[in-house]
């Protein structure tokens, strides 16, 4: 059913193993080459569409008929591709945890046919959701204390995207999403408010303020900034002075000068005896905007963060690579000029001293950080829902957040921990890259 | 069924306006508000998948539950929104046409609730369609008569992207989409090879290049780069020497100095008698360096264009806005700081001096941009299939990259055609905001 959900040339390659009977196990390692410039971390995310997707992957009728017509199979080829079903292991970086460049994020260890048809799957939901999940990392770290509400679902690419968003958002420590499709299917916080067409749409402001709040007095939040930002804080004080005491109440600033207008808005709420009414900003935000308005003293209770976040704007993919380790038992590696990769299935450690990128029997001191998921094409551990996945999830962002490095969580010119390959790996490297003398291919 | 696809405050608002009786029709105009800094001209794109949505836009039972119970609507409000179709009209810009900042790209006409409900769908499909099709066309202006393949799958922003940008970038003129989902879904051409995985499964590089071209002797193409580029010319041309006449031989470097290898790889095929071989390029391609590549005379027949393409790295969304313009008769507008609408439905007119923004009854030089797709909900004109969608839309993009400017054309610091508002459109702005003065609030 999700069959072509493939690059063609996977079919290829699969068809030509499974004809020359080329079955046995292949380990591929996924990972990032390197960490774009503006990153010190990533937060891994992704692993849940990784694992549903293997758990699903089949070939039904209608595209075997599609991939025969269209690319010469023979019925022996299409009847291969119809019984394949994915019955190999992975093991992965649980989502939520911070990763580095050289680290696998994900192992898959299946006869050659299957882990092939999986590559362009792994490396989609892996490369994309980790970009989002580290960019919001970053506003979340921003933020401070504020609440961070994801806003992104008009421009990302896609509703799926919109939807994945969301939940790589939550990941990273985001209180809520506008986006309902999405709250709905995580089990998410939602929230919204007003447009500026609400305003529009009635013959002034008083009177869509009074409206909306007489329509939703628990959600008394209103958005000031259709005409002039301060004279619109002065329209939503009147209409909050009348509500209950029961209310939630505030304003959302949307453009201009959003310290010096959350300040004066401050004000004129406290003056108001609106005490404990919030002042939401949103507008083009990203964590730099952000740390500037708190870094500027503004009184800001919540960010609506969008398009930035969800298109991770300044790194909207990473530079990530699905890479064959071992075939039947033997290491293999390529030496592609500036993207050779290293041999062998892995295991990463986390210690106290930065990371070190192992063989995976070996040991090193920390904690490793891949786990078993999926052992013969079945998932491991307890059947979690959706929002169970994304609040343990969200637990390990939090605690890896908490342990980086200054220098690695910083916004501007971060510096990743190091990861250090061990001995044995170095070795096998070594060995391996030996008989390709000078990048040589006729070993 | 697709209810849900929406950010949570237009349902507060829709249900806000049902419940008030306001059911005067509303527009809403779908704009880029200024072009990324890296951009001459965008492509429209997004619109098929725009009407698919409104005439599919219903809550059904589960989704007006979820709403229901999450948001405190009550038994009518509910009534309400099952009840709801999307019963409007909609004028757009066809999908390929080239447009420029401030033009509507899509304009939506319905009692307000409905027009209001589809905003975050008819941004998303828009403003992410069209920064694929924008940068994919700029990929096309660089590559002369070079063929493009969309190689992007793996890192777009999920499938449904991966599917988008395989559309987006065959209306903007590439000939085929390694992804076989988007081949099958919208009739394109679908091309792919072999992965280094491949090479290195076999014991050497000759052993894997003569077992593919066994298994597919009609797309013999071999990727030469796993060990060293050259030398795997040279083993592709051993195994190419020994197909039939009527194979379609080539090679693919994906590493190193590509347009060094080119040569060299040009020259051997030549003096092996292979003349009618193809170069194939791949790699973290852009327009910028196709463009030179090709200025360097490097001899390349096709470029796989990938994730810079498929996420528009360097302007991966764009600035769009859905505001209203009118609502029932009368035309309104925003003021926001740095961010003011001009009032009233709109038309634009392509001319020789450049586009004139008008509004909508106005009459101007030159020929008018958006056209009636949907009138009382229904799709106007032949029913079409996804694959005559896209070629009609591929013929405009044709024709409208070819009548552009130099200066908007070029890659590297273009500059826009201007878009000038008529006379009667700026008297209706400056009207209106003088009902506002100093942007004051209440009118």
Redesign the interface.
């Known amino acids: 059913m999700n069959g072509?959900?493939?690059?063609?040339?996977?079919?290829?390659?699969a068809?030509?193993?499974l004809?020359?009977g080329?079955r046995g196990p292949?380990t591929?390692s996924l990972f990032v080459r390197e960490l774009p410039p503006c990153r010190g971390f990533l937060v891994a995310a992704g692993l849940a569409d990784c694992l549903d997707f293997l758990t699903r992957f089949t070939f039904d009728e209608d595209e075997l008929d599609?991939?025969g017509r269209?690319?010469?199979l023979d019925r022996r080829d299409r009847q291969a591709l119809a019984v394949l079903r994915f019955t190999g292991d992975v093991r992965a970086v649980p989502e939520g945890r911070v990763v580095f460049a050289g680290e696998p994020l994900l192992e898959v260890t299946a006869p050659?046919a299957q882990a092939?048809l999986v590559?362009?799957?792994m490396?989609?939901?892996v490369?994309?959701q980790t970009a989002?999940a580290s960019k919001a990392a970053r506003c979340r770290l921003a933020a401070g204390e504020a609440d961070l509400v994801d806003?992104a679902?008009?421009?990302?690419?896609?509703?799926?995207?919109?939807a994945?968003a969301a939940r790589a958002s939550a990941i990273a420590g985001f209180g809520a999403t506008?986006?309902?499709?999405a709250?709905?299917a995580y089990g998410l916080r939602?929230?919204?408010?007003?447009?500026?067409?609400?305003?529009?749409?009635f013959?002034?402001?008083?009177m869509a303020f009074s409206?909306?709040a007489e329509?939703?007095p628990?959600?008394a939040v209103f958005l000031v900034?259709?005409?002039?930002?301060l004279?619109?804080v002065?329209?939503a004080i009147d209409v909050a002075l009348r509500l209950g005491a029961g209310a939630r109440r505030g304003v959302r600033l949307?453009?201009?000068?959003l310290a010096a207008l959350a300040a004066g808005t401050r004000r004129r709420l406290d003056a108001a005896g609106l005490g404990d009414a919030r002042i939401m900003a949103s507008?083009g935000l990203d964590e730099h905007r952000i740390a500037a308005l708190l870094t500027a003293g503004a009184p800001i209770d919540a960010f609506g963060v969008g398009?930035?976040m969800?298109?991770?704007?300044d790194a909207?993919?990473?530079d990530?690579a699905?890479?064959?380790v071992e075939?039947d038992g033997r290491p293999?590696?390529?030496?592609?000029?500036?993207?050779a990769t290293l041999p062998g299935a892995k295991q990463a450690f986390r210690g106290a001293e930065g990371d070190v990128l192992t063989l995976r029997g070996e040991r090193a001191a920390g904690t490793p950080l891949l786990v078993p998921v999926m052992r013969d094409g079945r998932l491991l551990g307890p059947l979690r829902t959706p929002e169970q996945l994304v609040r343990d999830a969200r637990t390990r962002c939090a605690a890896d957040l908490a342990a980086l490095p200054e220098h690695s969580r910083r916004l501007v010119d971060p510096v990743p921990v190091p990861v250090t390959p061990s001995a044995a790996l170095t070795e096998l490297t070594d060995r391996l890259r030996a008989r390709?003398p000078?990048?040589?291919?006729?070993?």
């Open positions: 072509l959900c493939v690059d063609l040339y996977e079919i290829r390659m068809v030509s193993y004809r020359r080329m292949a591929f599609y991939v269209t690319f010469g050659i092939q590559e362009t799957a490396l989609n939901f490369t994309f989002i806003f679902a008009r421009r990302t690419h896609g509703f799926e995207a919109a994945a506008s986006y309902v499709a709250a709905r939602c929230a919204g408010t007003m447009a500026h067409s609400y305003v529009e749409a013959s002034d402001e008083r409206a909306f329509d939703f628990d959600v900034d259709t005409y002039d930002s004279a619109g002065d329209a949307d453009s201009g000068d507008g398009t930035k969800g298109v991770s704007a909207p993919s990473l990530t699905y890479k064959l075939y293999v590696l390529k030496l592609s000029a500036g993207k390709h000078s990048g040589g291919a006729r070993s």
